[in-house]
């Protein structure tokens, strides 16, 4: 059983398309976020729901947007894509960070997107 | 301000050698806690450990073991006896208020 799931695994596509990135959680926990991880390795934090609210939300541009439909899936919309969002995004889950605060975040296998 | 340095950038070892992977950290809290996480080259992030700031106990679990030091703000990670199978990125992260702050990644090879 995947605990924290997302589809697909890679992303082929064209600058100016749009594309969305799914990710689920079965843990149960509360909090979800979505990390975009660099060709330099570099892992860094884009947003963050908590029960379906928007809690972080890093300098990211407009184009990038995270809905919640529920607190189990949190998934990313891109508009406009650009060759510099080529990429791999993690999503990762965590219980409440609230209390107890920082928990452990448990992550995706990620989704190696490349636009052209 | 928060901040994560991994100065090693890559490491190269030989089966069944001792390595230690460094991190240090920077924070003004009090109340934070310090992660590591290995990324195999199959790409997944998998949680190794977390510690919080008020437990200054060296860890050890199996060939992997941890020294978490605040006078120097470190939180050094040593595999022992390495094996092939540890040839990943490791990355240590300090969380607070939310937010996890990675450094940039030890990329370990271990040579058999």
């Known amino acids: 059983d995947t605990a924290v799931s997302q589809t697909p695994k890679y992303l082929v596509t064209q600058m100016g398309n749009d594309k969305s990135i799914k990710c689920e959680q079965n843990?149960?926990?509360?909090?979800m976020y979505w990390y975009k991880q660099d060709s330099k390795k570099f892992l860094k934090i884009m947003f963050s729901y908590n029960n379906k609210e928007l809690i972080i939300n890093e300098t990211v541009p407009n184009r990038f947007s995270p809905k919640s439909p529920d607190k189990a899936h949190l998934n990313l919309h891109i508009n406009s894509l650009e060759l510099g969002d080529s990429a791999v995004y993690f999503c990762?889950?965590?219980?409440?960070?609230?209390?107890?605060?920082?928990?452990?975040?448990?992550f995706g296998p990620g989704t190696r997107l490349l636009v052209l | 301000a928060q901040k994560v340095t991994q100065a090693q950038t890559e490491i190269s070892v030989v089966e069944k050698e001792d390595v230690t992977l460094d991190c240090v950290y920077e924070t003004r809290d009090t109340t934070y806690y310090l992660f590591w996480y290995k990324q195999p080259p199959s790409g997944e992030l998998v949680f190794l450990i977390r510690r919080n700031s008020f437990d200054e106990q060296n860890e050890i679990s199996g060939r992997y073991s941890w020294n978490f030091q605040k006078s120097t703000s470190s939180f050094n990670f040593t595999i022992t006896a390495s094996q092939v199978v540890d040839s990943a990125v490791y990355f240590c992260a300090l969380n607070n208020f939310n937010k996890f702050y990675f450094g940039s990644g030890t990329k370990l090879n271990v040579k058999p």
């Open positions: 990762a889950s965590s219980r409440d960070p609230t209390f107890p605060p920082q928990e452990t975040q448990y």
């Open positions: 843990l149960g926990h509360d909090t």
